[in-house]
Nanobody
Framework: AQLVESGGGLVQPGGSLRLSCEAS????????MTWYRQAPEKEREMVGT???????NYADSVKGRFTISRDNAKNTVYLQMNRMKPEDTAVYYC??????????WGQGTQVTVSS
């Protein structure tokens, strides 16, 4: 199984980015997909999650700015990030989890918010 993130980069404060995570080797539609992030010298934190049924949940720090979505036909989960702030700077990781019995991580993609 493999998760491959893409879409990271440098963006100015107030700008937008869309991250993608394409999965292979798993039955994507049954997995809960989650985006995490880890800033330097900080613990990894949940950013947003989407269940197989499409229910979503977000960290308070990103509510109203970020949107997680999934396309089961493309085995891909997205994170649309708007009105970005310097404190959003981190390495963003994609996670796939099935019943906490099977879990996979991507390699991470760097997002930097700076003028």
């Amino acid at each position: 199984a493999q998760l491959v993130e893409s879409g990271g980069g440098l963006v100015q404060p107030g700008g937008s980015l869309r991250l993608s995570c394409e999965a292979s080797g798993i039955t994507f539609r049954i997995y809960t997909m989650t985006w995490y992030r880890q800033a330097p010298e900080k613990e990894r934190e949940m950013v947003g999650t989407v269940t197989p049924g499409g229910e979503t949940n977000y960290a308070d720090s990103v509510k109203g700015r970020f949107t997680i979505s999934r396309d089961n036909a493309k085995n891909t989960v997205y994170l649309q990030m708007n009105r970005m702030k310097p404190e959003d700077t981190a390495v963003y990781y994609c996670n796939a989890d099935w019943m906490r019995r099977s879990t996979y991580w991507g390699q991470g993609t760097q997002v930097t918010v700076s003028s």
